[in-house]
């Protein structure tokens, strides 16, 4: 069982993440924007984040960049329906866990997370 930070201002799209993970067994936390994960983060432990890129207040990109000034081996999947905005090297230059395309596959987004939580499970032991 994980905490995972869901961060995603589409409360649709939000909510569908809170109860898939949550139906893994995870414990989830949301947050709307940047700004509230960013005080969320700090007022817990979480083991990876799920941020969307385009969001009010701060975006995935500003809180990515935050979040990793504080942990930097921090592991966060960034997501967004706007990937043609963006260069892949770019964003994956923030040290980012995987940049993926909404829609989701949840099933994908959930093998990828256990991938990352068993990997970092085993360098921590």
Excluded: C, W
């Amino acid at each position: 069982m994980a905490h995972v930070l869901v961060v995603e201002d589409d409360l649709q799209v939000q909510e569908t993440l809170v109860e898939a993970f949550m139906l893994f067994g995870h414990t989830v936390i949301s947050a709307e924007n940047g700004v509230q994960a960013l005080q969320v983060f700090g007022e817990g432990y979480y083991d990876i984040a799920i941020v969307d890129v385009e969001m009010p207040v701060m975006d995935g990109l500003a809180l990515t960049r935050a979040i990793k000034n504080i942990q930097d081996d921090f592991p966060i999947i960034l997501i967004t329906g706007f990937s043609h905005l963006y260069r892949p090297q770019d964003v994956l230059s923030l040290d980012v866990e995987a940049f993926l395309k909404k829609p989701l596959n949840l099933q994908g987004l959930l093998k990828i997370v256990e991938g990352i939580l068993v990997r970092r499970q085993n360098v921590a032991s």
